[in-house]
């Protein structure tokens, strides 16, 4: 059962800024790497990014790369998708994920598992 579950997604002007969250209630969250994801009507998914448990180290796509940026608060079990100067391209459902497994540093989109419930980020003037 995926307990990871996205929200704080909306409608935002070209160039504005949105952040998403992403709450895991699994057992032991605070141990496993967390990333986020993304998929547009018609458009396979794309793994946007990633941060390790530590939370000392990130990855991004390169189409969010200096954009975007991931954050996790351990205490709140709740990891961060900070979004600025969106273009209409971020236009997508945004779902977060936990990986698969715990301690590790993932490689790929693979390493991690189910989507929870997204949320829609629609950017557009």
């Known amino acids: 059962q995926v307990q990871q579950d996205a929200s704080g997604g909306g409608l935002v002007q070209p160039g504005g800024s949105l952040r998403l969250s992403c709450v895991d209630s699994?057992?032991?969250?605070?141990?496993?790497?967390m990333g986020w994801f993304r998929q547009a009507p018609g458009n396979e998914p794309e793994f946007v990014g990633y941060?390790?448990?530590?939370?000392?180290?990130?990855w991004y796509a390169d189409s969010v790369k200096g954009r975007f940026t991931i954050s996790r608060d351990k205490d709140k079990n709740t990891v961060y998708l900070q979004m600025n100067n969106l273009k209409s391209e971020d236009t997508a459902v945004y779902y977060c994920?936990?990986?698969?497994?715990?301690?590790?540093?993932?490689?790929?989109?693979?390493?991690?598992?189910?989507w929870g419930q997204g949320t829609q980020v629609t950017v557009s003037s």
């Open positions: 699994g057992r032991a969250s605070g141990y496993y790497a």
């Open positions: 994920s936990r990986a698969l497994e715990r301690l590790r540093t993932p490689s790929f989109a693979s390493d991690f598992g189910g």
């Open positions: 941060i390790t448990w530590t939370g000392r180290t990130t």
